[in-house]
């Protein structure tokens, strides 16, 4: 396994070349850099300006944490709401049905892949379409959500086209007047259903993604520099059983060193460039594989 980051001019077919070679088709980890083209920002990309995320320490803290923070977020809904799948996705759903990939593990909380056509996907850090009470853990969906706090607090934001923030929130300094919903069933506090900074993902979540790395035939990382344990342990649980692992990244990310091949390139390009040329299916004439 190379320890250093390959500069491969054709990422395309070195790309297919990898998907030609997997034992089984490649489970798929991606991060936010699947999602940039869409529209949405990331936090760690070579561009992204340094933001600090809520941490769920500071969104328990009290009231106007929360308040700051659904006053943002409701601000922010609507343009991750409208957000689409961008032609990666689109080509990672084909390469999926053509049986070159396999499985999704998404650290991304936009359900974008699903939207795309991609099935068999969890979402390893929740979803921000979804919304959970932290005292009867009742869950509802955040456009319900959003019809409430838009009846609740008419006017607000009007005439502000605050920065888009990676979470679906925006940058938006006064937040003082703003009203939050409670649950409905009981009277609590509502949080995104989405894992935040400091939190921990639920072991049986992470527990079935490990069982999904120890029978993939390879491991495709697309769009994340696996700056936290979150996706990391991943990668390293593929290096540890000699799977064979491909990093598709603008820019270099902590799992290098345990790639076989790292490709610093956009996803969109790279997984759009394999559908357009053919290079999609494990099962398909000999004539759409590379090196046959």
Request: glycine letters at 12%.
């Given at each position: 396994m190379?320890?250093?980051?390959?500069?491969?001019?054709?990422?395309?077919?070195?790309?297919?070349?990898?998907?030609?070679a997997?034992?089984?088709?490649?489970?798929?980890?991606?991060?936010?850099?699947?999602?940039?083209?869409?529209?949405?920002?990331?936090y760690?990309?070579?561009?992204a300006?340094?933001?600090?995320?809520?941490?769920?320490?500071?969104f328990?803290?009290?009231?106007?944490a929360?308040?700051?923070?659904?006053?943002?977020?409701?601000?922010?809904?609507?343009?991750?709401?409208?957000?689409?799948?961008?032609?990666?996705?689109?080509?990672?759903?084909?390469?999926?049905?053509?049986?070159?990939?396999?499985?999704?593990?998404?650290?991304?909380?936009?359900?974008?892949?699903?939207?795309?056509?991609?099935?068999?996907?969890?979402?390893?850090?929740?979803?921000?379409?979804?919304?959970?009470?932290?005292?009867?853990?009742?869950i509802?969906?955040?456009t319900?959500?959003?019809?409430?706090?838009?009846?609740?607090?008419?006017?607000?934001?009007?005439?502000?086209?605050?920065?888009q923030?990676?979470?679906?929130?925006?940058?938006?300094?006064?937040?003082?007047?703003?009203?939050?919903?409670?649950?409905?069933v009981?009277?609590?506090?509502?949080?995104?259903?989405?894992?935040?900074?400091?939190?921990?993902?639920?072991?049986?979540?992470?527990?079935?993604?490990?069982?999904?790395?120890?029978?993939?035939?390879?491991?495709?990382?697309?769009?994340?520099?696996?700056?936290?344990?979150?996706?990391?342990?991943?990668?390293?649980?593929?290096?540890?059983?000699?799977?064979?692992?491909?990093?598709?990244?603008?820019?270099?990310?902590?799992?290098?060193?345990?790639?076989t091949i790292?490709?610093?390139?956009?996803?969109?390009?790279?997984?759009?460039?394999?559908?357009?040329?053919g290079?999609?299916?494990?099962?398909?004439?000999a004539?759409?594989?590379?090196?046959?």
């Open positions: 190379s320890a250093e980051p390959v500069e491969i001019a054709d990422a395309t077919e070195a790309l297919a070349e990898f998907l030609a997997s034992a089984g088709p490649a489970l798929v980890l991606s991060g936010a850099g699947m999602s940039t083209d869409s529209g949405i920002p990331d760690r990309g070579p561009e300006p340094a933001r600090m995320p809520m941490t769920i320490a500071e328990r803290s009290g009231p106007v929360r308040q700051r923070y659904w006053a943002r977020s409701h601000l922010g809904w609507r343009r991750m709401f409208d957000a689409r799948p961008n032609a990666g996705h689109r080509a990672l759903a084909r390469l999926q049905h053509h049986e070159s990939t396999g499985p999704v593990i998404t650290q991304n909380v936009d359900g974008l892949h699903q939207r795309a056509g991609s099935t068999d996907v969890t979402d390893l850090h929740g979803r921000i379409d979804r919304v959970i009470c932290l005292d009867c853990t009742a509802s969906g955040r319900e959500l959003h019809t409430r706090l838009t009846a609740g607090n008419p006017g607000f934001g009007a005439g502000l086209d605050p920065i923030r990676p979470d679906g929130d925006v940058e938006l300094a006064d937040t003082s007047d703003f009203v939050v919903a409670d649950c409905r009981c009277g609590g506090i509502l949080k995104p259903d989405v894992v935040f900074f400091g939190e921990n993902v639920p072991p049986a979540r992470v527990e079935s993604c490990y069982q999904l790395v120890d029978r993939a035939g390879s491991l495709l990382v697309l769009g994340s520099s696996l700056t936290v344990q979150s996706g990391l342990r991943f990668v390293r649980r593929a290096d540890q059983l000699g799977t064979p692992v491909a990093i598709v990244n603008r820019g270099r990310t902590r799992g290098d060193e345990f790639a790292t490709l610093h390139a956009g996803c969109s390009e790279v997984l759009a460039g394999l559908v357009s040329r290079l999609v299916s494990r099962t398909g004439p004539s759409a594989r590379p090196g046959r």
